[in-house]
């Protein structure tokens, strides 16, 4: 239905910059969260009675907590390096998704109640006052921003517009104006364990026919462990693996990587997930408590080890933030780094031969890799910087003959977003989600002309879902996107130990 | 002697707003915690590895360079003939003149130029291309006209009208050592002056910010080492 109600981007081989078309994306706005999606998170539930002092005053106290949004704020000189660097402008066309014009609906209101210039010569500086249209243009466009980072790249002084949609999501929530979709996930985090809201037991069958399943299919007995104390790895992996397509081929590979190496491992019903959506609405408080979960559920099992599966924000979170929010993690093995991705693992046991792949097992496939913008952007791997990007590629490469990277410009550090990270993927935003998709989707349809790629292997469980959503609109088989470890878990070879 | 009085008096109060508004600014920037460890990615690992990216931000504009071709040319361009023609200027504030400032004074002549070329060029792009035309306020062209008109008086008075130079620096370094000497009363230097405190005034309160800014923005200024290094902050709560 929703796809007879805009029209998809048309593919361009060369792409071009779309010039301004003011309000075309003014009706794109995610459900509203209701009392029962803010309460569980410390929010009002409706909008509260004095919101523009309440906003303001939130405003003043991020500024002051945040030395990122408060730099951000004075330094941009509107110089338009980053107007044409986000996917969602490219796609859409509306200026208000130009970084710097998102920055600027925050910008303005600071100018004309924080800076003196402001206050006397509003209408000099584009400084204007805090209405409730204001707030209503906040809602939108900070909700057509995923947090890829893509324009700080571009910004000589660094600005990052996620810092400021975080503000701008953490306000909004602060008045009482939340985002249905990340607020009620958040909730069922705390409720359950997980952003799905699968329980306990229903975890645990699934997890009991994924090992028939496999054995089934290879006659070896790879082990899907749940709360199992004593184990030396903990997996963290986002819950869509449990079952969604294709992320659970990415679940079975990293089985098979543990089966094969013969280290013991375990998931958690207590942190049944990596997904930290905290993150997305700027909120330190609710981001250290989901990540809680987490050490606690290490501490329980008495692991060595935590490894976190395929997922991009949740990397950024685990790799950036984990430390600061809930670390010390001095009670783990220091022979490790906390945590390790499991691209980083399974690359290290690789390199130490303890595995063996045979990549002809996926001469089938042409394999391109999208690199997610949390993973190349906001974290690493290994040890050196850039490791991000060559770890998951000598990965690919070892599992398969024939890979292929896209067109420089739009891979490593200046590689697009899916179109749906960062609290989007949603179906109420499924325009924004397609039209944002059309930068990596044109990248990708250049390579499947030149190169007859077949698939495009992700490592992230946002952009696996995204991209399975939306390539059908673009006429893109949605099983053309796999998971790096279903790709290992292929073409792993199984030795009797 | 009134013009002498007036402009002496307001080249005190502009550089007392210029030195006391900017330090607020940096003091306010420094004071404020950066939380979270947030560089943009693939960063250094170690302080020198940030010392080398932030030198090359600000001498080579290295991000700007990524982002776009024109506004890195004609960006670069302005700013780095603005710091010849400021070391030229050194001249009229030292006595005697320090030697490698008398040897670039030629350089900074070209220098003049050159800037009106960039800010020229970024003036173009401003009106020209839609998208940043869009993004423009009133005071982003008010701010390329002060320095235009700067740049532009500046060269009157070397190539037009020609300011009685000699009397111009007794008048400054009579400002600096207290032992005031008139001004000359040349229309083309009182307006290259003005538009100079002008912009000494304007400077802690506008987008020119952006100069300390860039030394504090946490994406170019952290280290990409949060497993190694447990970066805690002031404000936060620590784990329950």
């Known amino acids: 239905m929703a796809k007879s109600e805009f029209e998809t981007p048309e593919i361009k081989r060369i792409p071009e910059i779309p010039p301004v078309r003011i309000g075309s994306m003014a009706h794109s706005q995610p459900f509203r969260a209701k009392p029962e999606h803010q309460a569980p998170l410390g929010f009002p539930g409706e909008l509260v009675d004095d919101w523009k002092q309440v906003a303001l005053d939130k405003m003043g106290e991020l500024l002051g907590k945040y030395r990122s949004l408060q730099v951000f704020m004075d330094a941009c000189v509107k110089c338009g390096a980053c107007t044409d660097k986000c996917h969602y402008y490219l796609g859409t066309s509306d200026p208000k998704n130009m970084p710097v014009a998102r920055q600027d609906l925050m910008r303005s209101v600071y100018r004309r109640y924080f800076t003196v210039a402001g206050k006397y010569l509003p209408k000099l500086v584009g400084a204007v006052d805090l209405t409730e249209e204001v707030v209503e243009d906040w809602y939108r466009y900070y909700h057509q921003c995923s947090e890829c980072r893509r324009c700080s790249v571009y910004c000589p002084y660094g600005i990052d517009t996620a810092e400021i949609t975080m503000a701008g999501r953490e306000i909004l929530d602060a008045i009482g104006v939340g985002q249905k979709y990340a607020n009620e996930i958040i909730g069922k985090v705390f409720k359950i364990g997980n952003n799905l809201g699968l329980p306990e037991p229903a975890l645990k069958d699934t997890l009991e026919g994924l090992e028939e399943e496999v054995e089934e299919d290879i006659e070896v007995p790879v082990k899907f462990p749940l709360d199992e104390a004593g184990a030396d790895v903990l997996l963290v992996t986002p819950s869509a693996d449990f079952f969604a397509e294709p992320h659970v081929d990415g679940l079975i590979g990293y089985a098979k990587v543990f089966h094969q190496a013969g280290i013991s491992w375990t998931l958690s019903s207590h942190a049944s997930e990596a997904a930290n959506f905290g993150l997305f609405i700027g909120s330190y408080q609710n981001m250290q408590k989901v990540a809680m979960r987490i050490r606690e559920a290490a501490l329980e099992l008495g692991v060595k080890r935590i490894v976190v599966g395929e997922c991009g924000h949740a990397w950024r979170v685990a790799y950036s933030f984990w430390n600061t929010l809930v670390g010390p993690f001095d009670f783990l093995d220091p022979n490790y780094p906390v945590p390790q991705h499991i691209c980083e693992f399974t690359h290290d046991l690789l390199k130490r031969g303890a595995l063996r792949l045979d990549p002809s097992a996926n001469d089938d496939k042409v394999v391109t890799f999208h690199d997610s913008c949390n993973v190349s952007r906001a974290s690493r791997m290994g040890d050196f910087p850039g490791g991000q990007f060559v770890i998951p590629r000598e990965l690919i490469r070892a599992a398969c003959n024939r890979f292929v990277d896209m067109e420089p410009g739009t891979t490593h550090e200046a590689t697009y977003c899916c179109g749906g990270g960062g609290g989007l993927l949603t179906d109420d935003l499924v325009e924004l989600r397609v039209k944002g998709a059309l930068p990596r989707v044109q990248a990708l349809s250049r390579v499947i002309e030149d190169d007859g790629v077949t698939h495009m292997a992700a490592i992230c469980a946002i952009c696996k879902s995204q991209f399975t959503k939306v390539l059908p609109y673009y006429g893109l088989g949605m099983d053309m996107i796999v998971s790096v470890h279903q790709l290992i878990g292929d073409a792993l070879v199984f030795d009797e130990h | ?240």
């Open chain 2, 1 to 240: 002697m009134v013009l002498t009085a007036v402009f002496a008096v307001l080249f005190y109060i502009a550089t007392a707003i210029l030195v006391i508004g900017i330090a607020a600014r940096v003091r306010r920037y420094a004071k404020t915690p950066s939380p979270l460890v947030i560089p943009t990615t693939p960063a250094p690992t170690t302080r020198a590895g940030v010392t080398a990216r932030m030198a090359r931000e600000v001498i080579l504009f290295e991000s700007l360079f990524k982002g776009s071709k024109w506004t890195w040319l004609f960006g670069w361009v302005f700013h780095f003939a603005m710091v010849l023609v400021l070391a030229r200027h050194l001249r009229y504030f030292t006595e005697p003149v320090w030697g490698w400032v008398a040897a670039i004074q030629w350089l900074g002549l070209y220098a003049a130029f050159a800037m009106a070329l960039g800010l020229a060029g970024l003036w173009a792009r401003r009106l020209l291309v839609d998208r940043v035309r869009y993004i423009s306020s009133p005071s982003d062209h008010l701010m390329l006209a002060l320095l235009m008109g700067i740049v532009l008086s500046g060269l009157a008075m070397k190539y037009v009208w020609h300011t009685d130079v000699v009397a111009l620096k007794a008048f400054m370094l009579g400002i600096i050592y207290i032992d005031y000497k008139p001004l000359p009363a040349d229309p083309a230097l009182i307006v290259h002056l003005s538009l100079v405190i002008a912009l000494m005034i304007v400077f802690p309160f506008s987008k020119l910010l952006h100069a300390p800014g860039v030394f504090f923005s946490p994406t170019r200024n952290m280290r990409d080492d949060p497993r190694e290094r447990r970066h805690v902050t002031p404000w936060a709560p620590e784990r329950s």
